[in-house]
């Protein structure tokens, strides 16, 4: 993903308020100051009317782009060099996997009672691809549905660092041979030498503190953990709704790996 934007046209996104900068407890800050030495902060872009179009169901949102900010200090230094040595043919070196996580927003926030939120991490395989070796694709799409269904609006926010439980494409590839072979989606984590669930919800937890503010929320997840990490982070006024779909022949296996692990799924869930 490119990762770089003009000075100047950060600048008029600025004036414009399409471009915000939001502290590690979703409070507002100065975009154009830097943040002090270890300080996460967050830069927001948007709102950008988004029509969507899944499956036969048409849907608008605003699409809000999330990126670390040191993340784009780093671009920004990078481009400055790349001019110096006359290396306009070079700038394809910003792209890189940095992770910039989207929000997508349905109603008006300021309207928002208590709204429903969907915490997502990507999966080329199953919200891009279809696969049914996990329920991925179905819970986005479910989550969309819901949330657009629901008098009190809400939101999506869609980690797209989160690959395979965080360990990334590749690994989460040699994953699946080695689910193939007979182990389970831990199993083949722990034989790779890497953590069950390493993906950090930090920033997931500032959009909501930015978005959702002080309101309580529902959210919709069958996972602990996410819970857990959240309410650690300072978002507390929340409330677990289970959210069960796409389950098939060819996940129940999976599914059934998530609840002995521990999510909130039940046998009838995955039957």
């Given at each position: ?69 040191t993340e784009l200090f780093k671009a920004t230094e990078l481009a400055d060099d790349l001019r110096e040595e006359d290396g306009q ?108 669930d390493s993906r950090d919800f930090s920033d997931a937890a500032s959009l909501i503190r930015y978005f959702v503010g002080d309101k309580?929320f529902r959210l919709l997840t069958n996972n602990p953990k996410k819970l857990e990490d959240l309410r650690a982070m300072g978002v ?36």
């Open positions: 993903m490119f990762t770089y934007i003009d000075p100047t046209v950060r600048h008029r996104l600025i004036s414009q308020g399409k471009l915000v900068r939001i502290d590690a407890k979703g409070k507002l800050a100065d975009p154009a100051s830097e943040p002090e030495e270890g300080e996460r902060s967050l830069n927001i872009l948007g709102p950008i009317a988004l029509p969507l179009q899944v499956e036969s169901e048409s849907y608008l949102v605003d699409w809000y782009a999330s990126v670390r900010h043919q070079s700038f394809a070196m910003m792209s890189d996997s940095m992770a910039v996580n989207s929000v997508l927003v349905i109603g008006n926030p300021d309207e928002w009672e208590e709204p429903l939120v969907r915490v997502h991490s990507s999966c080329l395989t199953g919200d891009v691809f279809g696969s049914g070796r996990c329920e991925c694709g179905p819970q986005l799409i479910s989550s969309l549905e819901k949330i657009s269904a629901d008098d009190s609006g809400g939101m999506i926010v869609y980690m797209s660092g989160h690959e395979g439980r965080g360990i990334g494409l590749w690994a989460k590839a040699a994953t699946y041979v080695l689910q193939d072979a007979g182990e389970n989606t831990y199993q083949a984590n722990r034989s790779l030498g890497l953590p069950d309580p507390s006024k929340v409330t677990r709704v289970k959210h069960i779909c796409g389950v098939g022949d060819s996940n129940r296996r999976y599914l059934a790996a998530k609840r002995d692990w521990g999510h909130h799924l039940d046998d009838k869930d995955i039957v």
